[in-house]
C-alpha cells in the first residue's frame, strides 16, 4: 500500500536533457558528478526513501506527533529514519563546503528532495524548513553566526524552523507583534508564533528557530520587523552546544486535516525571563532576510506539490492494473486500467506529474546558473527567472496537485475514501500546499504585481520570448499540431501578459480578481513548454540506437496528451481574466 | 461555526420564478400551497435544520457511529434530532397519501431537503436512503409489500438502506454473488454487502433492507439479479412488527474520510440460518427496480452537492467578513471580504451554489411535471428530460462541489487546514459525492450512452432547443454582452452533441475518454441557461414596485458572474472532447 519508487528515469530525463545537469556539474567543476555520479546518487536516495521513509508515511497520519509538558514526540520510527537520512550524508548535500556542505548542484538536490517529500511528505518537512533557515542565516547572518550554526544545521545535527505567522498576522505581516528588546549581544523575545511547522521534536539535541519580531523603537508595518535566531538549547562563547534551555517553547499541537506526522506547534518566546535571540542581518530589515528563506521555501512546497502527485499517481496505477471490474464480450473480465475514463485520470496523473517535475527541476537549476553565471548580465538574468518563476512553481503545481490527488481517490472509486486505502491521505496531505509559505492567492499577486508589473513585463517578456523560439525550433513533423495547438496557447499568454500590462496596472481590482487566473495559465504555458520540449528531444532520440523506445514514446504520449487535454483550459482563463474585476468586486457586503 | 441558515431568499425566487410551484401545486389541486403555504412549510424546516441538525453536524464528525456486537450506535442527539424530523411530519412530505404521505410537489421536497443536507450531511443521507427504499417498493412491489412497509417507511418510524456493493462488485453489478434460495413465501438470503450506508442504528426499531441477490438458476450478468426486501425485525403474517431477529447484521463500519455520523456498514446476510427476504418485482428484473431506487438516490447526491456547497459558503462568508488582514493607505485595517481574490472566490462559491440550485430544483421539478401531466405525449417529455438530467445534476453538481468546499478551506488560510475550524469538514464530507452512487464515471457514460447515443440525441437536442428558444427571448438590453457570450456556449453544446453522434457512436474510446468532458460541458451550460434565465426574471422585476432591489441586482451579478469566470471553460472542454481517445489509450499497460 505504501509502496514508492522515484520514477528514476523520467527523472534522469529531465536532468539530462531539459536541464543538461552535466554542463551545471562542469561549471562547477564537479566533472566526476558530470560522469554519471550523479544517477549514483538519486539511485541510493531512492532506496532510503523506498525501504525506510516511505512505510512510515501511513504510520505518521494515524499516530501523529504528540505534546506533553512542552515536549513534542515526533511519531514512532521518524527518528531513526532521520538518523539514517543525516548519517548518508543526505542534509548537506547542496550546501556551502566552506560550513561542511558537500557543494552539489541545487538541480541535483532538487530531484533528490522529491525523493523524501514522495515518500513522506510530514517526516521531510523538518529538513525542507532547516534549508530554509540555512539560506537565511548563509545569506544574512554575521560570521559567528554563520560558524556558530551552520555547520551543524548543514550536517543535520540540528533542525531549524521559521516563526512567522502570529493569530492576528499571518499573510499581512505588518501586523505582527513578537517583540525583540537589545540585552548586551543579544535580544530579548517575546512573543505568541502560531503554524510552526517541526516547531519541537526529539530527533536532534538542538533546534534553531528563526523568529520575526519587533524592536522596540522599530516603525510601524513591515519595515519594522527583525530576524532573529533563537535556538532550543544555547550555545556557550565557543559556538557549543550547552544545557541551558532558552525560553522558547511548544505549547500547543495544531489538529490537522493532514501531514499528522508533522507537528505543528504553537511557540511561546519569553514566557518566563524572555528567549534569547541573535539579530540575523539588519535591525529592522526582517523581511529581506525572511524572504530569501521564504523564497526557498515556496519552491520547495511546489516541489512538494510535484511529490505528492507522483506518489498519489503511483498509489492509484497500482489499484488500478489490480481492481477487476467489467467483462468483455467474450466473457473475461478486466482491471478498470482499461476502462477509457480510468485510462484519462492516470494520464491525467501522469502526464501532470511529469510537467511539474519538469517544472521544478528546469525552475531549480536556474539557481545552478546563477551560481555558475561568470557576468553580471547573466547573473541579472538567471536571476530574474528564478523569481518569475518561484509562484509559478508554487502556485501552480501545488494547485494542480489537489486535481491529481482527488484523481487518485477517484480511481480508487469507493475505496478511495475508507481510510485505509491511503489513497485519502495523500489528497489530505495535499490539501495544505495551497495555503502555507504563502496562499495561492499570494502567488498570484506576487506574479502579476511584484514579477510582471514591477519590470513592465521585461522577465516575463524574455521567458515569452526563448518559448517562442524553442517553438520555432521544433522540426519533428510528427509533432506539427501539437506544435500549432501549443501556439495557440503561447498567443493567449503573450495577450494575457499585454491585458496585465494595459489594464491591471491601473485597476487594483482587476489585477487582484484576474490574478491567479494570470498565474494558472502561465503554469500551463511553463509546463506546456517543457513536456513540448521533451517529446520533440525523445521524437529525436526514437532513431538513436539504444534508445529505450516505449519509454521515449510514453514521453511523447504524455506531452500530446497534456496538449490536448489539460492545455485547452487556457483560452478559459485568458477569458476569465479580460472579464475584469467589476462584475467581482460588484455586491456590497450586505448582498452576500 | 455550525451556523446555518437555508438562503430562503434565493430557495423561494427558484421555486417561484423558475420553476412555477405555484403552477405545480394548482396541477396538484394543492391550491393552498399555491398560496404561501410552500414558503411557510420551509420556513419551518429551516428552524429545524439551523437550530437541531446544524449543531449535531461537527459532533457527528467528531464522534462518529460505533459497533459493538454487531450493534451499531449513532452519534450522540441524532436519534433525538430524528424523532423531531418524523414527529414534524418531515419523512412523509411528498409520499403518496394512500400510505400515509402528504402528497405534496417533489419540488417543494427537493427545496426541503436541501435544509436537512446542508445541516448535517451525514445524518440526512438515512431519510434519503429511505425515500430511494419508498420509491422502490411503490413502484415494483406487491400490494402486501407495499401495504406492510410503505405507511412506516413514510412516516419515518422505520428506515431503509440499499445493498448492492459487494467487494468485487462495485460499479460492475454483473459479478455480484449474493445468494437467493426461494423457500415459500420468501427466500434465503446469504452474502456480504459493502458500503452500506445507514445498514445499522438505533434510531428506530426497525430497518428495512433493499438486497440485490442471485436466484439459483438465474443467468449470469445483470440479467440474473433480484432485489429483496430484507427487514432487521421480521413481521408477522398480518405485518405487525416481531421481535423475531432476521439475519441481517452490520459486521462492521468502515473508517472514512468524512461523513463520519453516517454509519458505513459491512453487512453480512444469512451466517447463521439465512436472512429471510420478500421479492420486489420479478424475478431477475433486479436492475431496473435498483435503477428506480438509484435514479431517485442520483438526484439526491446531487442535492447533497448542492448543500454541502452553501454550507461551506456560509462558513466561509462568515469567516472572511470577520478575519481582519490587510491595511489601506489611510492606516485602517481591513477584513479579507474586501480582497478581490477573496472576493473572486466567495463568488465563486455564491454563484456556483444558486447555478446548482436552480438546476436541482428544475431537474426535480420534472417529476411533478411528469406525474401531472395530461397526455402520453407530455409524460414522455419529461420523463426523458429527468431522465437527461440525472447524469448532469449528479455528475456535474458533485464535481463542482468538490472546487466549492475547496475554495470554502481557502478563503480560511491556515485555519481552513485545522479542522476545529470546520471548513475542512465539508471539505472531507464533499469528497464522497463524486463517488457514491455511481462515480462521475459512471454518470458521464449514462449521459453520453443511455442518455444521448440511445435516442440519437433526440432528448438533448429538445433541451438544446429550449434553451435557444430561452435565449432568444431575452430581450433586457442590460443582459445582452452575457447573451451573446452564452449563445457561444451553446453553440459549443451543440457542436459536442453533433460529436458524440457523429464520432462516439463508433468509437467506445472516444465515448469513454470523451464522456466526462461532455457531461461537464452539458453542466455548465444547464445551469448557465438557468443563470441567465435568473438574470433576466431578475432584470424585469427591477421596475416592479416593492422588489427588493439590492437582491434582484445580485442574481444579475452572480449570473453576470457565472458568465464570466466560469463558463469560459466551455471551450477547453469541447476541445479536450474533439481530441478523441487515441492519446488517452496510446500507452501500454506497461508504459505507466
Redesign the interface.
Known amino acids: 500500500m505504501s509502496d514508492y519508487r522515484y520514477p528514476y528515469q523520467d527523472g534522469v530525463f529531465v536532468l539530462n536533457e531539459l536541464v543538461d545537469l552535466e554542463q551545471i556539474c562542469k561549471s562547477a567543476g564537479l566533472e566526476e558528478f558530470a560522469d554519471g555520479l550523479a544517477e549514483a546518487v538519486l539511485d541510493e536516495a531512492g532506496k532510503l526513501g523506498n525501504e525506510q521513509l516511505a512505510p512510515l508515511n501511513i504510520v505518521g497520519d494515524q499516530k501523529g506527533a504528540a505534546i506533553q509538558n512542552n515536549q513534542v514526540t515526533e511519531t514512532e520510527g521518524f527518528s531513526e529514519a532521520y538518523q539514517q537520512f543525516c548519517e548518508g550524508g543526505w542534509p548537506s548535500l547542496a550546501h556551502n563546503p566552506e560550513f561542511g556542505g558537500q557543494g552539489l548542484p541545487n538541480t541535483l538536490a532538487v530531484a533528490v528532495n522529491e525523493v523524501w517529500q514522495s515518500a513522506n511528505l510530514a517526516w521531510s518537512l523538518c529538513p525542507l524548513l532547516t534549508q530554509g533557515a540555512i539560506e537565511a542565516i548563509e545569506a544574512h547572518g554575521s560570521e559567528q553566526l554563520q560558524q556558530f550554526y551552520l555547520p551543524k544545521l548543514i550536517s543535520g545535527e540540528w533542525t531549524g524552523t521559521m516563526n512567522l505567522?502570529e493569530p492576528?498576522a499571518?499573510?499581512?505581516l505588518?501586523?505582527l507583534k513578537a517583540r525583540a528588546v537589545p540585552e548586551g549581544d543579544h535580544y530579548r523575545i517575546t512573543g505568541q508564533k502560531?503554524?510552526i511547522t517541526w516547531g519541537d521534536h526529539q530527533m536532534t539535541d538542538n533546534i534553531v528557530h528563526l523568529v520575526l519580531a519587533r524592536l522596540p523603537d522599530a516603525p510601524p508595518?513591515v519595515k519594522g520587523i527583525s530576524l532573529f535566531v533563537v535556538p532550543k538549547f544555547l550555545l556557550d562563547e565557543n559556538g557549543e552546544l550547552t544545557d541551558k534551555r532558552n525560553d522558547a517553547y511548544a505549547v500547543a499541537l495544531?489538529?490537522?486535516?493532514?501531514i499528522h506526522g508533522s507537528p505543528t506547534c504553537v511557540m511561546s518566546f519569553g514566557e518566563n525571563e524572555g528567549a534569547i535571540g541573535y539579530l540575523v542581518g539588519e535591525e529592522n530589515n526582517g523581511l529581506a532576510c525572511m524572504f530569501t528563506m521564504m523564497n526557498d521555501a515556496r519552491q520547495g512546497v511546489g516541489l512538494q506539490g510535484l511529490a505528492i502527485s507522483e506518489r498519489a499517481y503511483q498509489h492509484a496505477?497500482a489499484y488500478a492494473?489490480d481492481r477487476?471490474?467489467?467483462?468483455l464480450r467474450d466473457g473475461s473480465?478486466i482491471t478498470i486500467?482499461n476502462?477509457?475514463?480510468?485510462?484519462?485520470?492516470?494520464?491525467q496523473m501522469?502526464a501532470g506529474s511529469q510537467a511539474m517535475r519538469a517544472l521544478t527541476y528546469v525552475a531549480k537549476a536556474e539557481s545552478d546558473y546563477y551560481h555558475n553565471a561568470t557576468c553580471a548580465e547573466q547573473k541579472a538574468q538567471h536571476k530574474a527567472r528564478t523569481e518569475l518563476l518561484t509562484p509559478i512553481v508554487k502556485g501552480w503545481i501545488t494547485e494542480l496537485a489537489?486535481e491529481i490527488t482527488?484523481l487518485g481517490?477517484?480511481i480508487h472509486?469507493?475505496m478511495?475514501?475508507?481510510?485505509?486505502t491511503g489513497a485519502?491521505q495523500h489528497?489530505?496531505d495535499a490539501?495544505?500546499l495551497?495555503?502555507?509559505e504563502g496562499?495561492?492567492?499570494i502567488q498570484?499577486?506576487d506574479l502579476i504585481g511584484r514579477k510582471t508589473l514591477v519590470d513592465n513585463g521585461a522577465a516575463l517578456t524574455a521567458l515569452l520570448d526563448e518559448i517562442q523560439g524553442d517553438l520555432n525550433a521544433i522540426s519533428s513533423p510528427e509533432l506539427q499540431d501539437v506544435v500549432e495547438s501549443f501556439q495557440d496557447v503561447l498567443n493567449e499568454a503573450k495577450e494575457a501578459k499585454n491585458w496585465v500590462l494595459d489594464v491591471a496596472a491601473n485597476d487594483?481590482?482587476a489585477?487582484?480578481?484576474a490574478?491567479?487566473s494570470f498565474m494558472m495559465l502561465m503554469g500551463y504555458l511553463c509546463s506546456g513548454w517543457l513536456m513540448l520540449k521533451s517529446a520533440n528531444i525523445a521524437q529525436i532520440k526514437l532513431a538513436d540506437e539504444g534508445t529505450d523506445i516505449?519509454?521515449m514514446?510514453?514521453k511523447i504520449?504524455c506531452a500530446?496528451?497534456f496538449a490536448?487535454?489539460m492545455l485547452?483550459?487556457?483560452?478559459?482563463?485568458l477569458?476569465?481574466m479580460q472579464?475584469g474585476?467589476d462584475?467581482?468586486?460588484?455586491?456590497?457586503?450586505?448582498?452576500?
Chains 1, 2 share one sequence.
Open positions: 505567522t492576528d499571518g499573510t499581512d505588518a501586523a502560531i503554524f508595518g495544531e489538529h490537522k486535516l493532514g496505477l492494473k477487476v471490474q467489467g467483462t473480465r486500467i476502462h477509457p475514463d480510468v485510462r484519462r485520470m492516470l494520464m501522469k489537489q482527488y481517490v477517484q472509486g469507493g478511495g475514501f475508507i481510510e485505509e485519502a489528497y489530505r490539501r495544505i495551497t495555503i502555507y496562499t495561492t492567492g498570484a499577486l487594483s481590482s489585477a487582484g480578481g490574478s491567479v516505449p519509454f514514446q510514453s504520449a500530446r496528451f490536448e487535454q485547452p483550459r487556457t483560452s478559459g482563463l477569458k476569465a472579464a474585476g462584475t467581482i468586486m460588484q455586491l456590497s457586503e450586505e448582498q452576500f
